[in-house]
């Protein structure tokens, strides 16, 4: 009867206590001041499961928490911790607790290496206390809000980067004993990952040890990337383009027009001036050179199979996280970089994009999102080939030919119906017009295109021109006009008075039905990060015969202005802009607006 009454008695009393931060502890513990020499760990607890007697238990705990030791008394504590750690089950939950918040780092190695034991000891011993030891690890991945001095630019310096080496050293060890131990660290860096809107050296602080831990848990590479691409995505949506320019040029407005050409220059900017204006776009930049610093040295090196897998790795991420994410700007240009190493890799990841374009059991967004993907990279990247650039071109053309064979003319031609379809022909002008200087540099390219029959394309039943971007359209119509690919013009004002006599008719002004589009490979406008991209990003220029090719027949009367490739159709509008009288109509049918949900710019200018 006794003992069973003193094993719920001692139950009873260690367990109410749910954390080291009750009020109710702080004050009785305050209350109750004894020098640790007098304290021996092991007696108090032998004294506590034997004896019931808990008051020495309660000094020990607050001598603990108050952590008034020198570096002797330290390691003396973890020391006769770790010999008497069988005694620390579940009962001694508050105490196992206070002995993981000691403040650790600090101290000199022979400490710091005392204490790791202890850690290792006792995980060996207690399982369930695992949670709670992975859970202070990672939260001291974590900087502190004064540590800013610390991390320049998200860049750990050598004092930071040797205050965080022991933590990594102890999980190194805690694997190597525990091998299942890292699905709980991944639970818990998912759980502690800090807020999106904290400041940026906490959240790059965090990502940069989450890179550190890839290099001792390669196995976990996948993963670990995973949660980074999570996070970096919800600041990438949640820092639009249009509100970073509008943060950097918040007076002149014509600069936020010229973005691309500051690209060109190369961001000139003072050194001190590379901060982001908007903190929002800050930890984005720096998050994204620090990928972009590790996707370089993790293919640096001269293994093959090292970069193929990184390859393979970051094409799961994209097609996972990045490709079905809308209305992303920057984190998508991790995977354009890497294309950037190998032609190999350009072409996998383009005949990746295009098999899920003719999947038809991939959804209609999807597939209208990978149409975007190839119509971007096609036409922004400098390492894309002109070979690679005209076989897939050529792919376009003869998936786009086949559809109008089999697509009767008595279908309607909605635009919903059709997405794919429309995607695909938007693609088609898009490159064509941005590359135009490449791709009809000689005879043999313009051959080329002749063989694509684009003037079938534009003159089909579906009127692929009425749905397009009206920037894409007048582009295009200029280029294969100067070449006499194609006569796209009278299409472009047919389609405009129809347009108009809709209005009309119905006495109102309706929105066009127009493609949502989207070209991910946009300009890259964040400041540090943008020397990755710039040298291996393509500006546009317009051939010689299109420059010395000026739009003045008869039918382009009165719209030269919107047809012209001149500097006032070199961006799609933002969101929440409206482009006037792009479509071609002349000026005698009055002024027509045109809205889009969201749009980027094509960058169609001399």
């Known amino acids: 009867m006794s003992i069973t009454t003193e094993k719920r008695r001692l139950s009873s009393i260690l367990k109410p206590y749910p954390s080291l931060e009750s009020p109710k502890l702080n004050a009785s513990l305050s209350q109750n001041k004894v020098r640790f020499d007098d304290l021996s760990i092991e007696s108090v607890l032998q004294d506590a499961l034997e004896n019931n007697r808990l ?34 089950n579940a009962n001694f939950g508050m105490l196992v607790e206070a002995l993981l918040s000691v403040k650790w780092l600090s101290r000199s190695d022979t400490a710091q290496e005392i204490y790791k034991a202890f850690v290792i000891e006792l995980l060996v011993a207690h399982s369930n206390y695992t949670s709670l030891v992975v859970s202070r690890l990672v939260q001291s991945f974590i900087p502190k809000d004064d540590d800013r001095s610390g991390w320049v630019h998200g860049v750990p310096t ?25 699905d709980v660290i991944l639970v818990h860096l998912r759980k502690n990952f800090p807020y999106f809107k904290k400041p940026t050296h906490v959240v790059c602080g965090f990502v940069h040890n989450m890179l550190c831990m890839t290099e001792y848990s390669s196995m976990f590479v ?39 050409d500051d690209a060109v220059a190369g961001h000139n900017e003072d050194e001190e001036d590379v901060t982001m204006k908007m903190p929002l776009a800050e930890t984005l930049d720096c998050c994204m050179e620090l990928l972009f610093e590790y996707i370089k040295k993790r293919t640096s090196s001269e293994n093959t199979n090292e970069s193929d897998r990184m390859f393979k790795v970051l094409l799961s991420l994209f097609d996972n996280h990045i490709l ?17 190493f190998k032609q190999s890799y350009a072409e996998y990841f383009i005949t990746y994009l295009w098999k899920q374009v003719c999947n038809p059991n991939v959804s209609t967004p999807m597939r209208q999102a990978a149409v975007g993907y190839l119509a971007s990279m096609l036409a922004r990247a400098k390492f894309v080939p002109i070979s690679l650039l005209k076989s897939t071109l050529l792919e376009f053309s003869t998936w786009v030919h086949q559809y109008i064979q089999e697509t009767d003319s008595m279908i309607g031609c909605t635009l919903k119906a059709h997405m794919v379809f429309y995607s695909i ?20 390219n313009l051959i080329f295109l002749q063989s694509l029959q684009l003037s079938s394309i534009v003159t ?34 047919r389609n405009a008075r129809r347009k108009l006599a809709t209005i009309y008719k119905n006495e109102a002004q309706t929105p066009q039905e127009c493609l949502e589009t989207f070209f991910p490979f946009d300009p890259y406008i964040l400041k540090k990060s943008s020397q990755r991209i710039d040298p291996i990003f393509l500006q546009y220029q317009a051939s010689e015969t299109e420059e010395n090719h000026p739009i003045s027949s008869p039918e382009a009367r009165g719209r030269k202005r919107s047809e012209s490739m001149s500097e006032d159709v070199d961006d799609f509008l933002q969101e929440s802009k409206r482009l006037k009288n792009d479509q071609g109509a002349p000026q005698d049918f009055g002024e027509m607006h045109y809205t889009y949900s969201y749009g980027v710019s094509p960058g169609f200018h001399n």
């Open 55 to 88: 008051q020495r238990f309660e000094h020990l705990l607050a001598s603990i928490k108050e952590e008034q030791f020198d570096e002797n008394k330290f390691q003396q504590v973890f020391i006769d911790s770790k010999r008497c750690v069988h005694l620390l």
């Open 324 to 340: 079905p994410t809308h209305n992303t700007h920057h984190v998508q240009f991790l995977i354009f970089y890497f294309c950037s």
């Open 222 to 260: 996948e993963e670990l990337l995973e949660i980074i691409f999570n996070r970096m995505l919800v600041i990438d949506v949640n820092a639009p383009r249009r509100e970073i320019e509008e943060a950097e040029f918040p007076e002149d407005e014509q600069q936020i027009f010229m973005m691309e």
């Open 425 to 444: 022909c938007q693609a088609i002008f898009y490159v064509v017009a941005f590359r135009s200087k490449h791709l009809t540099a000689s005879s043999k």
């Open 460 to 493: 089909c039943h579906l009127n692929p021109l009425r749905v397009c971007l009206p920037a894409v359209a007048t582009a295009f119509a200029g280029v294969t006009r100067a070449h006499q690919l194609a006569y796209c013009h009278t299409i472009l004002e």
């Open 158 to 182: 050598e004092e930071t980067l040797r205050t965080v080496a022991p933590i990594h050293d102890l999980i190194v060890r805690l694997i190597n004993v525990i091998p299942m131990l890292f």
